[in-house]
């Protein structure tokens, strides 16, 4: 629990240190109270609990800051504002940005094996080969023989590799051009862009 010490100047947040301070001095400074009356009600010492109070949203190109607690209606309660974020704030709010999208990209991207790497090229210029075949190409040929299929069925495999990495790097290129164009503003497009793959 969040509490002030309603005195002025006021002492907020309060420690329950504080609190035995204040109420010791309060009761003539040659007495203190123990950890079960902290739990208390200590409202006659001016020490209130301090409700959580609504905060505002920000705008992408600001935060929020705890201001000062008000009495509202009979009851302390947690204020909050909305200040805009500087030079700094803001390019440090994009470079996050930017990593989350490489983060995201990276925890999407399938894993491939070494050999799978390698099909994935030997596809690419089995692709230019006006007859390819198995003995030029040992991994494709391997992938045939794995599927039971034939030259096609293996590539057809590789090509679903190659496509599901496609698939990321261009999410993430999209993404990024996002938060280029657009800055701030474009983070919260930029993470949907990500997180849709």
């Known amino acids: 629990m969040t509490r002030i010490i309603a005195t002025s100047p006021a002492v907020y947040p309060a420690t329950d ?16 109270i123990g950890p079960n009356a902290l739990a208390g009600d200590l409202t006659a010492y001016d020490v209130h609990e301090v409700a959580e109070g609504t905060q505002p949203t920000p705008a992408a190109n600001e935060r929020v800051v705890e201001g000062a607690p008000a009495l509202v209606e009979g009851v302390w309660t947690r204020q909050w504002s909305v200040v805009e974020l500087d030079e700094a704030e803001q390019a440090a709010k994009l470079e996050n940005a930017r990593r989350r999208i490489r983060e995201i990209a990276a925890e999407k991207t399938p894993e491939l094996s070494a050999a799978q790497t390698q099909a994935i090229a030997e596809r690419m210029v089995a692709a230019l080969d006006p007859s390819p075949t ?36 261009q999410a993430q290129g999209e993404a990024l051009k996002e938060l280029d164009d657009n800055g701030l503003a474009g983070i919260p497009a930029a993470i949907a862009i990500m997180d849709a793959i």
Do not use: C, E
Not at 17 to 32: D, P
Not at 134 to 141: E, F, I, S, T
Not at 161 to 168: E, F, H, L, P
């Open 134 to 169: 198995a003995q030029k190409y040992p991994l494709v040929g391997a992938i045939m023989t794995a599927t039971g299929g034939n030259l096609a069925s293996a590539l057809d495999v590789i090509d679903g590799w190659r496509a599901g990495i496609a698939t990321v790097m």
């Open 17 to 32: 240190a504080q609190i035995r301070a204040h109420v010791s001095a309060m009761l003539g400074g040659n007495r203190s």
